[in-house]
């Protein structure tokens, strides 16, 4: 599973950063397609649009969208820095297929990058592109269409390039990453900002407390004791509807959140790995059923 981002670069200082981020003495790999010296891909970038009329907006008092920065993520499980199959060169070749595939008619440059969270402490691989917004065969600029359709044609390219290279899908409902942690939103890291708990933190925090209690607690059914102790501190427990995971609803705002969106510990297994039940597989079928008792 590779996930895709894109950020339009729509001014001369984006697009400066953009550079110096792609410039980085610190890249592990780079390559570009149709451009005469790689290492003035920017300049080269800017010469291009310059002689076509795209360095100005196209339409009066719009914004004129320089270029694309993409970065194609990979899942840290399939980097060979942890033990899987996508080395540097894959990585790179991967995005070369990509880029090739979409932007054929466009200068494009790209660098590989090895980046490492701090909250838990994984590195992964990822490959910055820039796309310039010129079309060398139409000499028009680039345009996808609509915003979220163009999103949605992206996600669909790369999970077409995820089967083909053999690397793993995507799962709604599941967590896809076994070493690296759900990481905070920028809502959350707002709000801890100003001294608050959001209810993400307030149901963790909860979950937390209660997972000793109910692994010290007499009653044979660990599950119902965990829901009875967070139904104390104000959070109720359920089975999702799908039946593939926990949802953990905080009663005071009515805030419902599927326990893979927490981060690590709180899937269906993760909770039943944190209760002591040894039988993982057996577990979740259980935890369905004593659940709705």
Sequence with gaps: MTAIKQKAVCS??????????????RALARASQNLADESRWAAEMDATREAYGHNAPGKKGAKCTYAYHQVLAFNPDECSCNGGRMTPEACMEYARQYVEGR???????????????????????????VVNRTNLETGKRLNEGRSKN???????????????????????????????????????LAIAARGARSDKQYIREAVAASMPEARACCEQNKVRALAK??????????????????????????????GYKL??????????????IQAAKLAVRSIDEEMER
């Design 12 to 25: 001369p200082g984006h697009w400066k950063n953009v550079a110096k981020y792609l410039d980085d003495e």
């Design 103 to 129: 932007y054929g008619a466009h200068e494009a440059a790209w660098v590989l990058h090895l980046e490492h969270c701090a909250a838990d402490g994984t590195d992964r691989y990822a490959v910055h592109v």
């Design 150 to 188: 163009a999103k949605i044609e992206r996600a669909n390219a790369v999970r077409d390039m995820d089967a083909k290279w053999g690397l793993a899908q995507m799962r709604e409902g599941e967590r896809n990453c076994r070493i690296h942690a759900q990481q905070p939103t920028k809502r959350e």
């Design 229 to 258: 102790s967070l139904d104390a501190k104000g959070v109720e427990m359920h089975v999702a509807r799908d039946g593939k995971g926990l949802t953990f609803e905080r009663k005071s705002t009515g805030r419902k959140v599927r």
């Design 263 to 276: 981060g690590r510990g709180y899937s269906m297994a993760g909770i039943a790995k944190g209760l002591g």
